[in-house]
C-alpha cells in the first residue's frame, strides 16, 4: 500500500541553522501539506501546497518557512534560521482533492533545536 | 476561529467491550466537516471516519461510529469490540469546507490503550 514517507525521522540542530525536512508524498496525489506537533501541544496546520504553489498557510507560517516540490516527488520544508520554538513533530500529508479531509499522513520528523 | 476539545487524555478498555471518546468543538460556521484520524504508537495518523454537519445520520465505519450532536457541538467515537490493534492516539479534527485545502483544527488527542 502507498504510503508517505519522510526524512529524517530526527534531527538535532543548533538555533540559526538552515533545516530541510523532506517527504515524498503518495505518487498520485496532487495537494501537499505540512502540520506540526510541538510536544504536548496540539497538531497544528502549518501550509498547503497545489500546483506549484502555496494554497493557504498559517500564521505559524513566517518568512522563515518555504516549501517547494523540487523534482515532482520530493515535497520540503525549510526552516531558514531555526528557533528553539521550532521544535515539534513535523508531519507531512498528502491527498487527492482539497476538500473531503481525507489525508495521508507520514510519520513525522522530529525536529529538535538546542 | 475554531477549537477542537478532547477532554479525555487517556483511556483503557478491555479487548472485546466498546468504548467512547469524547469531543467538542466550537464554531459559528453552519456547514463543516469533522473527523476522527487515529495514530498507532509508531505509525502513520490514518482516517477512521468522517462526518459532514449537515448529514443527520451518524457515520458508521463497521466498528466505528460516532454520536454527532450539532447543537450541543459534540462529536463522540464509540468503538465496539475492542481489539488490541486499536490501540492508539486518537484525534478529534474541524474543517471548514468548501475550498478550504483540508486545514485542520485538530484536538489534542486521546490516548486509547486496549488490554487483553
Known amino acids: 500500500e502507498p504510503e508517505v514517507t519522510q526524512t529524517p525521522s530526527h534531527q538535532v540542530t543548533q538555533m540559526g541553522q538552515e533545516v530541510i525536512l523532506r517527504c515524498v508524498p503518495i505518487s498520485n496525489h496532487l495537494y501537499f501539506y505540512w502540520y506540526r506537533q510541538i510536544l504536548g501541544q496540539k497538531v497544528e496546520f502549518l501550509v498547503s501546497f497545489y500546483n506549484n504553489e502555496i494554497s493557504e498557510k498559517s500564521e505559524i507560517f513566517d518568512d522563515q518557512f518555504s516549501v517547494e516540490r523540487p523534482d515532482g516527488s520530493n515535497f520540503t520544508l525549510k526552516i531558514r534560521s531555526t528557533r528553539l520554538e521550532d521544535s515539534a513533530m513535523y508531519f507531512c500529508?498528502?491527498?487527492?482533492?482539497?476538500?473531503?479531509?481525507?489525508?495521508?499522513f507520514g510519520e513525522g520528523s522530529r525536529l529538535t533545536v538546542l | 476561529a475554531q477549537t477542537v476539545t478532547q477532554s479525555q487524555p487517556e483511556m483503557s478498555v478491555q479487548e472485546a467491550e466498546t468504548v467512547t471518546l469524547s469531543c467538542t468543538y466550537d464554531t459559528s460556521e453552519s456547514n463543516y466537516y469533522l473527523f476522527w484520524y487515529k495514530q498507532p504508537p509508531s505509525r502513520q495518523m490514518i482516517l477512521v471516519i468522517r462526518q459532514e454537519a449537515y448529514k443527520q445520520q451518524n457515520a458508521t465505519e463497521n466498528r466505528f461510529s460516532v454520536n454527532f450532536q450539532k447543537a450541543a457541538k459534540s462529536f463522540s467515537l464509540k468503538i465496539s469490540d475492542s481489539q488490541l490493534g486499536d490501540t492508539a492516539m486518537y484525534f478529534c479534527a474541524f474543517m471548514k469546507p468548501p475550498y478550504n485545502f483540508n486545514k485542520f483544527y485538530f484536538g489534542s488527542g486521546t490516548k486509547l490503550n486496549v488490554k487483553p
Open positions: 500529508a498528502s491527498s487527492t482533492d482539497k476538500n473531503t479531509g481525507e489525508l495521508f
